[in-house]
C-alpha cells in the first residue's frame, strides 16, 4: 500500500539552528500538509500547499517556518532559528483531493532541540 | 510513542470483547470526521471516515456513529484483538477547508 515517508526519524539541532524535514507524500496526491505533535498533546494542523502554493496555514505557522516543493516527489518543511518550544513530532500527510478526504500520515520526525 | 501523554483517557478491554470509544467534536458546522489509529512510534493512521449526511458506517470490524444533535463520534471495534492497542484520535473538518481538528485521543489496551 503507498504511504508517506519522512526523513529522518529523529533530529537533533541546537537552539537558533535551522532545520529541514523531509516527507515524500503518496504519488498521485496533490494535496500536503504539515502538522505537529508536542508530547502529551494533541495533533495540531501548521499548513496546506497545493499547486506550489499555500493554500492554508495556523496560527503556529509564522514567517520562522515555510514549506517547499523543490522537485516533483520532495515536500518540505524548514524552521529557522529554532527555538526549545519547536521541540515535537512533525507528520506530514497528503490527500487526492481537497477538504473532505482522507488525510494519509507519515510516521513523523521527532525534532529535539537543544 | 510520542502521541501517549500521561493523561489520556484509558479503555482496558478483554481480547475478543467489543470496544467503544467516544469523541466529543467541537464545531457544530463540521461535516466530515475521520478516526485515525496511532501506535507507538507511528504516524497516526486512517481507519474509517464519516461525512455528516450519514449517521453510521460500517467498516471491516469497525462501526462509527454520529450523532450531530450533541456533537457526539463513536468508534466501535467488534471481536477487539491485541494488535488494536494504540491512541485512537478522533478529527473533524469544515468543508471547504483543508484543517483537520484532532481530538484528544484515547488510549486502548487490549489483554489476551
Not at chain 1, 518543511?77 to 519547536?86: A, F, H
Not at chain 1, 515535537?88 to 532541540?113: K, N, V
Not at chain 2, 496511532?38 to 455528516?52: A, N
Not at chain 2, 470490524?61 to 471481536?79: D, E, F, G, W
Amino acid at each position: 500500500e503507498p504511504e508517506v515517508t519522512q526523513t529522518p526519524s529523529h533530529q537533533v539541532t541546537q537552539m537558533g539552528q535551522e532545520v529541514i524535514l523531509r516527507c515524500v507524500p503518496i504519488s498521485n496526491h496533490l494535496y500536503f500538509y504539515w502538522y505537529r505533535q508536542i508530547l502529551g498533546q494533541k495533533v495540531e494542523f501548521l499548513v496546506s500547499f497545493y499547486n506550489n502554493e499555500i493554500s492554508e496555514k495556523s496560527e503556529i505557522f509564522d514567517d520562522q517556518f515555510s514549506v517547499e516543493r523543490p522537485d516533483g516527489s520532495n515536500f518540505t518543511l524548514k524552521i529557522r532559528s529554532t527555538k526549545l518550544e519547536d521541540s515535537a513530532m512533525y507528520f506530514c500527510a497528503s490527500s487526492e483531493g481537497w477538504g473532505s478526504q482522507p488525510q494519509h500520515f507519515g510516521d513523523g520526525t521527532r525534532l529535539s532541540i537543544l | 510513542g510520542e502521541s501517549v501523554g500521561l493523561h489520556l483517557p484509558t479503555l482496558s478491554v478483554q481480547e475478543g470483547d467489543n470496544s467503544i470509544i467516544n469523541c466529543a467534536y467541537s464545531n457544530s458546522a463540521s461535516d466530515y470526521f475521520i478516526w485515525y489509529k496511532q501506535e507507538s512510534g507511528k504516524g497516526p493512521q486512517f481507519i474509517i471516515d464519516i461525512r455528516s449526511n450519514m449517521d453510521k458506517r460500517q467498516g471491516q470490524r469497525v462501526t462509527v456513529l454520529l450523532n450531530k444533535t450533541v456533537k457526539h463520534l463513536s468508534l466501535q471495534i467488534a471481536a477487539t484483538q491485541p494488535g488494536d492497542s494504540a491512541v485512537y484520535f478522533c478529527a473533524e473538518n469544515l468543508s471547504g477547508y483543508s484543517t483537520l481538528t484532532f481530538g484528544k485521543g484515547t488510549m486502548l489496551l487490549v489483554s489476551p
